[in-house]
């Protein structure tokens, strides 16, 4: 999944459009994530001059929809129609009092009783109603709600609840908590047109601050549009989080480590191709072929390239584990493997994941991730090696699937990889995403 474009805060679109309207998008996005759609292709379909403020107010909704939802059972039994549902869940979660609500409460309620008039008339008295019972009982409701249901206490589905705190029994609390912050913009400066310190002081100049993060990874201290980053257009500069910046180097290596001179690389599930993009930002020699069963995501990887001005690649619409179709036979000196996943890991950036998938996705998904492991590496010389790599903290799509594999392989060797990423911040840097990464060694 592709990082989330930065957007404005609700407050600098409030005299735009009225408040009504952008509820009414956002009740509309709302009740298409409980439909089973992405809030991706939710917004897609918002009006334009809509959609930074809808987006804005969806990521908000998304994070506090547990308790919301859990609210509105409690305040009105039965469900109303799908449409009121999703306002009355969309206002809810905009009172959250944990959620630091970007209105006023008179405000948001005055606005979602127009907005009710508008979508469903006959229902704007109940709207009425159950908003202002929620504003009477809030610190009660909302502590008894937190008290007996852990869905409303940590904003995530109860088996996402338990799943972590079996992965992350020491860690758990913090990880649920820290999915529901935004996470940072992060910025991946060219290799060939500078590094981050100097990026950073270009920054400066243009009025925006930043830090750097390493060799090329800049963090900004607040969110831009990428229009407004200086050589955007250009190719100077990508948005990429750390935790995923930390792939191309580790396929790579360095010193003795380091691949061949024109070395065969293989970037299996490569959309939307950031990955892509940075290894050949990093060794423009290789040979790479980008590969993708999505053909409209795969032309984001050949747009990427483009507006990089990266060349030496080749790209092709192919599901990895059909090699009949795609593979001419010749092995490849590393593969990247960026598997299918849960998306656990990015839920900061994309908070309707938490609420789209289901538990038995994570198994039906560890099933693609292992015959993809194993259909690619006997792609693998001799010497080479294979990077595994999913933007997950669920075990079973890490460390789980990588012993296995090393079970079933006995050609297999663990190389150098850090594991687990998880998205807790420390003192001395930002959370990166929740990613894992494992190399597998093939020996001579």
């Known amino acids: 999944m592709n990082p989330t474009p930065a957007t404005p805060t609700p407050s600098t679109h409030a005299h735009s459009l009225p408040l009504s309207r952008l509820l009414a998008h ?77 209105y006023p409460d008179h405000t948001l309620v005055d606005q979602a009783v127009a907005c009710a008039h508008q979508i469903a008339p006959k229902s704007a008295s109940f709207v009425n109603a159950v908003l202002r019972r929620f504003l009477r009982e809030r610190e009660a409701l909302v502590a008894d709600l937190k008290a007996t249901l852990p869905v409303a206490r940590h904003q995530h589905p109860r088996w996402w609840i338990d799943q972590l705190q079996r992965d992350w029994p020491r860690q758990w609390t913090d990880l ?24 950073v002081a270009e920054l400066a100049a243009a009025g925006l601050n930043a830090r750097a993060a390493g060799p090329h990874a800049v963090v900004l201290d607040q969110p831009v549009p990428v229009q407004g980053l200086p050589g955007f257009t250009d190719g100077r500069v990508s948005v990429q989080d750390l935790s995923a910046q930390q792939a191309a180097p580790l396929l790579l290596g360095t010193g003795a480590d380091a691949l061949p001179a024109g070395a065969r690389v293989l970037d299996a599930c490569a959309a939307p191709g950031g990955k892509t993009a940075h290894l050949l930002e990093l060794r423009p020699d290789l040979a790479l072929l980008a590969l993708d069963s999505d053909a409209v995501r795969l032309r984001r990887v050949d747009e990427t390239l483009a507006r990089l001005h990266l060349q030496g690649a080749r790209t092709a619409v192919a599901d990895a584990r059909d090699t009949a179709a795609w593979w001419d036979g010749q092995p490849f000196d590393a593969i990247l493997l960026d598997a299918p996943c849960s998306a656990s890991g990015i839920v900061r950036r994309h908070p309707d994941v938490r609420w789209l998938r289901r538990a038995s996705d994570i198994g039906e998904l560890a099933r693609t991730q292992r015959a993809l492991l194993d259909t690619l590496w006997p792609l693998v010389r001799p010497g080479g090696r294979l990077l595994y790599a999913t933007c997950s903290v669920f075990r079973a799509e890490g460390a789980g ?44």
Not at 176 to 197: F, K, T
């Open 176 to 199: 649920l908590a820290e999915s529901n912050r935004a996470a940072p913009m992060v910025l991946r400066v060219h290799a060939g047109h500078g590094d981050a310190a100097s990026y």
């Open 26 to 102: 956002t009740a509309d996005a709302v009740a298409a994530v409980r439909s089973g759609r992405s809030l991706t292709e939710a917004l897609a379909a918002c009006p334009a001059a809509a959609r930074p403020g809808t987006q804005s107010l969806s990521f908000h909704v998304m994070r506090w929809m547990g308790g919301a939802e859990a609210a509105r059972e409690r305040l009105a039994p039965r469900r109303p129609p799908p449409r009121v549902d999703a306002l009355l869940i969309t206002a809810l979660a905009l009172l959250w009092p944990d959620a630091a609500a970007p």
């Open 401 to 444: 699937q990588i012993a296995a594999f090393l079970q079933r392989h006995s050609d297999a060797l663990a190389g150098q990889a850090p594991g687990h990423l998880l998205p807790l911040t420390d003192n001395a840097s930002p959370a990166g995403d929740g990613f894992f990464y494992a190399r597998l060694d093939k020996p001579t």
